[in-house]
């Protein structure tokens, strides 16, 4: 049996994080959005929040361990943001697929084999970047090229740690629950 093959489990357990951070995602937005003026004087600062945005793209590698479980939970949960009203409408669904690609690709280069801590910082930090990245050609292409490296460094290091930290620990948390014994994440003990 190839071990890589999404099983009916692994799909309703991916969607269901998606959906569920769809709707995280939309609230953030709220709070997001509230927040223009505490930001004013160094925009690039504002992405120290951002890291929410990525915990799907981390989550779903960390708990499901096969090929496109992050672009699929990041993409999905950025589709239903979008479908409840994102303030970005479509392009959140960008968002969504090239986070989920940046977070899934440490997984992937282990071959899905590797979930310790290491290996989700490092995703949550490239799901970080993409985002940062994407931001400065959509939204800030005027910028200063200091501001724009500060941009994409602090939506990674958001990433690195909101992401990439806050994911493994949810996912150990989520294991020691035993709503994951039917993942290797469930039944393993948990690496650092």
């Given at each position: ?24 995602f939309y609230a953030w937005d709220r709070l997001w959005a509230g927040t223009d003026n505490l930001f004013a004087g160094f ?15 981390i989550l779903g590698p960390l708990v499901i361990r096969k090929p496109g479980a992050g672009v699929f939970t990041e993409t ?13 409408g479509l392009v959140t669904i960008l968002y969504g697929l090239l986070q989920g690609v940046g977070g899934e690709a440490p ?86």
């Amino acid at each position: 049996m190839n071990s890589n093959r999404w099983r009916t489990v692994d799909i309703v357990v991916a969607a269901i994080l998606a959906i569920a951070f769809g709707v995280v995602f939309y609230a953030w937005d709220r709070l997001w959005a509230g927040t223009d003026n505490l930001f004013a004087g160094f925009g690039p600062a504002r992405a120290a929040i951002a890291g929410v945005w990525f915990l799907p793209a981390i989550l779903g590698p960390l708990v499901i361990r096969k090929p496109g479980a992050g672009v699929f939970t990041e993409t999905v949960a950025a589709a239903v943001s979008a479908l409840l009203g994102a303030q970005w409408g479509l392009v959140t669904i960008l968002y969504g697929l090239l986070q989920g690609v940046g977070g899934e690709a440490p997984f992937a280069a282990t071959g899905y084999r590797n979930s310790r801590l290491a290996t989700a910082l490092v995703g949550g930090a490239l799901a970080g970047a993409a985002a940062g990245y994407l931001d400065i050609v959509l939204y800030y292409p005027t910028w200063s090229a200091g501001w724009k490296t500060a941009q994409v460094l602090i939506s990674a290091g958001s990433g690195l740690v909101i992401a990439g930290g806050g994911g493994w620990l949810l996912t150990r948390a989520l294991a020691r629950t035993g709503v994951l014994d039917r993942f290797p994440s469930g039944r393993e003990r948990v690496a650092v």
